[in-house]
């Protein structure tokens, strides 16, 4: 028969034995762009894993050793997407090389990063550890808002300086805020533009528009020779921004006396600017005009910021944001205090003298402190203080 005797009908012809043999993994590919998937090579691999995964020290150090050794671009993850690309008789063999390295280095990989999460965590409760027996404030702890610190500030240096310090009320009668400072009765200060009115209408009740009153009230109790300064809020019909409020501190010194001069004013100013920006001031006067002295004037101080702070020979900046780039900044109205102020308050102005002088605590806050906004200090927002609120 063709085929040879014995062979059924229709069967292939047989093979000789020598051409059944199983191609090894050990083999070199035929096709050189495959990696290479033997032994040797999947071994070395698994014991490179293995010794980084011993050597981790963290987990995040842990978290590289996986990428390295068994994300997409490692050894091992590369020759197991290369047995889909070998022959059939090989793919068998050479899957259960890689997944059995593989597994080895999962396996290892699950174990350290138990070891070392709970060794971080053992240390990170070590570290955070809180003694609860410990008594605490379990309330947050603000600071004094700055403008009563800034305000004590300034009591301070008058009460050294031998002056006492005034109080009155703040909703205030029309005489004590204008009549008695020689106001006008058609003064614009009175203009319900400028003036905040208590109804009903014609009351003659208003919130004050400055601490002067409390000037007349303390020459009407006690006489002179006064040293007083008067602290406190006024309120003004302004708009809020960013250098106005309708609601402001300022402080006003009063100085009655015989023989008064405005070179005591002069050295009143100094030495209170001196107290609150430091060094020896260079201050100028600016004549003015107001109702309640006469003279009047405007005080100006030298710029402290630029370069205009080291004398009269030196130019200001002209970026300075403090002085606007003139050398000098506005400290506030003084003067002589007018006869009729004197007279009205019961004082003889033929025997006594005196000066007074009225500064915005809000406008000291921001040039001292480099405050840009009058909002930051009526907000509420509790961060204000805590930055600003604490004196060293």
């Given amino acids: 028969m063709v085929g040879g005797a014995g062979a059924p009908r229709g069967a292939p012809p047989r093979t000789p034995a020598h051409r059944t043999k199983a191609i090894p993994v050990s083999e070199t590919p035929s096709n050189p762009d495959l990696p290479v998937i033997d032994e040797p090579t999947i071994g070395a691999a698994v014991d490179a894993a293995l010794s980084a995964i011993a050597a981790a020290g963290t987990t995040a150090a842990l978290k590289q050793v996986r990428i390295d050794h068994v994300g997409d671009a490692s050894v091992l993850s590369t020759a197991n997407r290369a047995i889909k690309d070998l022959p059939k008789d090989r793919k068998a063999a050479a899957g259960k090389l890689v997944g059995q390295g593989k597994g080895r280095v999962q396996q290892a990989l699950a174990a350290r990063q138990a070891e070392l999460a709970a060794a ?4 990170a409760l070590a570290e955070e550890t809180v003694d609860v027996t410990v008594p605490t404030d379990r309330r947050p702890r603000g600071a004094r808002h700055p403008l009563r610190l800034l305000e004590d500030r300034i009591s301070d240096f008058f009460v050294g300086i031998g002056w006492e310090i005034a109080e009155g009320p703040e909703i205030e009668a029309e005489w004590f805020n204008f009549d ?51 602290p406190g809020t006024v309120y003004r019909a302004d708009e809020m921004d960013a250098t106005h409020s309708p609601m402001f501190n300022q402080v006003e010194g009063l100085a009655i006396d015989k023989g008064l001069t405005m070179a005591n004013l002069v050295g009143a100013l100094d030495a209170f600017a001196a107290h609150l920006f430091g060094g020896k001031p260079i201050t100028r006067l600016r004549p003015n005009h107001f109702p309640f002295t006469e003279p009047s004037a405007e005080m100006d101080f030298r710029c402290f910021r630029c370069e205009a702070r080291l004398g009269l020979d030196h130019d200001a900046d002209p970026d300075c944001r403090v002085c606007g780039g003139t050398g000098w900044i506005e400290m506030g109205g003084c003067g002589m205090v007018h006869p009729n102020v004197l007279r009205a308050a019961g004082v003889d102005p033929k025997e006594y003298q005196g000066f007074a002088f009225g500064l915005g605590i809000e406008r000291i806050l921001m040039l001292r402190n480099g405050v840009k906004d009058m909002h930051d200090m009526v907000e509420g927002d509790v961060r204000f203080p805590q930055h600003y609120g604490t004196e060293i």
Avoid: F, K, W
């Fill in 180 to 230: 008695a400072l020689n106001a006008d009765a058609d003064h614009p200060s009175r203009s319900l533009q400028d003036t905040l009115y208590i109804a009903p209408e014609g009351s003659g009740a208003l919130l004050r528009t400055q601490t002067s009153p409390v000037q007349i009230r303390a020459m009407l109790e006690r006489g002179a020779p006064l040293y007083i300064a008067c």
């Fill in 120 to 123: 971080e965590e053992e240390a």
